[in-house]
């Protein structure tokens, strides 16, 4: 283990930020902030909680039901022209609980979405759709940052101590636990200048200290879900609690806050994909029932930003052998059809190991039952949504809007619709390197 106060080596390896990492001022922020990484995160290794470490739920880390990941047969996207020879598209059955090993990353993706149309309606409530910096800003420093904060060992343990206190049984620790972490980290971190964003809360991380690293870096998954997909998960983690924001706003400077609060954050990047980063971010937080993974706060929370209006698309999906085949695009808009769900033969049909890590890979054969004429089509939703200011009273759209093809693309380049801030080829956006 590196000692407290040491600068690990991935404080030097994540910083992506332009230029020099220390003293950059921020110009969203108050004059005498500045954006430092903190050179003085510590892991202070697992936290032993004894029987409330078998209570602890994470993210798929439950038990997944027969149907999950199988396919629903009866809603298939199928090829209008040869629905025989041409593959249909197939809608995986999900059970929507994001402790299933196998449906959880359908609904990371899910609150990945609606976590960036947060932090995109954030901007151009704030900015105006036309996603440009001002003059002489790096519209970097407008994104939203990734940050993670780091209570005091001591901090948690007095919270453990709370918690006991509180609890009737071993299962609530987990829920009480979180409240308390989680009310207390929007206080500190508010407190530390950041404006607001979305906040994950973590319980664990790897015991290997490599893999942790690599993970993060990548915003890959990979590394945790090797060790949450085993059964014996627990003996491979460290109990340690802290907290992920994607945050709006200058943050305190490092020493400044740690000597003022005792905690310590690292600043990861700017988020130039905040939907892979949310989901990367869920793929290993906590479950605890009644507790939301993501809390959208400050400038973020509902009651300082409120969704006015959604505006939903629903995308024809196209046949692509029939368009290699050179048939006319708007000829080769798949249809919704039903198929036999005993001929159904998948790659992984066989497998269930490599079904849990790759799902139930290639779909081999099939036979159509049934052709409707209906167009198979996916939806795509953005919101609008509006600063909340006081004595403004703000009007709520119950309803989405709906729009076809040709006013969602007129819309979003009339910036009604607002561009996503996050789309490097989007209006304002330059180039800039890829998170990796
Ligand atoms: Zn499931
Ligand atoms: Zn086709």
Redesign the pocket.
């Known amino acids: 283990m590196i000692p407290a106060g040491e600068a690990l080596p991935w404080d030097l390896l994540v910083d992506d930020m332009p230029g020099d990492p220390y003293g950059i001022p921020d110009p969203i922020g108050t004059d005498k902030k500045v954006l430092t990484t903190s050179p003085f995160f510590s892991d202070y290794g697992h936290i032993p909680i004894g029987e409330f470490f078998y209570h602890i739920d994470l993210v798929g880390t439950g038990y997944a039901k027969k149907k999950c990941g199988t396919a629903l047969p009866d809603k298939a996207g199928v ?4 629905p025989g020879t ?1 593959k249909p598209v197939l809608i995986p059955n999900h059970c929507n609980r994001r402790i299933c090993p196998v449906c959880w990353t359908h609904w990371a993706e899910q609150a990945g979405k609606r976590g960036a149309d947060i932090l995109n309606g954030y901007l151009t409530a704030k900015y105006g759709p036309e996603q440009k910096a001002l003059p002489g800003m790096d519209r970097d420093l407008m994104l939203p940052r990734h940050f993670s904060f780091h209570p005091p060992r001591r901090i948690i343990n007095i919270l453990i101590d709370e918690v006991k206190k509180e609890i009737a049984k071993p299962s609530d620790f987990q829920r009480v636990f979180l409240r308390k972490l989680r009310d207390m980290a929007r206080n500190i971190i508010e407190s530390a200048g950041g404006q607001g964003g979305l906040m994950v809360i973590h319980e664990i991380r790897l015991c290997d200290d490599q893999a942790d690293l690599q993970g993060d870096l990548r915003l890959s998954t990979n590394r945790y879900r090797q060790v949450l997909d085993r059964r014996d998960w627990r003996d491979h983690v460290k109990y340690y609690p802290h907290i992920h924001v994607l945050i709006f706003g200058a943050i305190e400077n490092a020493r400044e806050f740690e000597d003022r609060t005792g905690w310590t954050y690292r600043n990861h990047r700017v988020v130039h994909e905040p939907e892979k980063a949310i989901h990367y971010l869920l793929s290993h937080a906590s479950a605890a029932t009644r507790i939301n993974a993501i809390t959208p706060f400050g400038c973020c929370s509902q009651r300082s930003l409120a969704k006015v209006k959604e505006y939903r698309y629903r995308e024809y999906i196209r ?1 692509d ?2 368009i290699d ?1 050179g ?1 006319d695009p708007d000829n ?1 808009i798949r249809v919704v059809g039903t198929l036999d769900p005993h001929s159904l033969v998948y790659e992984n049909s066989n497998d269930p190991l490599a079904r849990l890590s790759g799902g139930l890979g290639k779909l081999i054969r099939w036979s159509i039952d049934d052709i409707t004429p209906r167009h198979f089509a996916r939806v795509h939703r953005v919101g609008v949504y509006e600063i909340v200011r006081p004595g403004h009273r703000v009007r709520r759209e119950k309803d989405p809007t709906y729009l076809g093809e040709d006013w969602w693309t007129k819309y979003l380049r009339e910036g009604v619709i607002p561009g996503s801030w996050f789309d490097p080829g989007g209006a304002g956006g330059g180039p800039h390197e890829p998170d990796n």
């Not at 090829?79 to 040869?82: E, I, R, T």
């Open positions: 090829c209008s022209n040869k041409h046949c052998e029939c085949e048939v080769a």
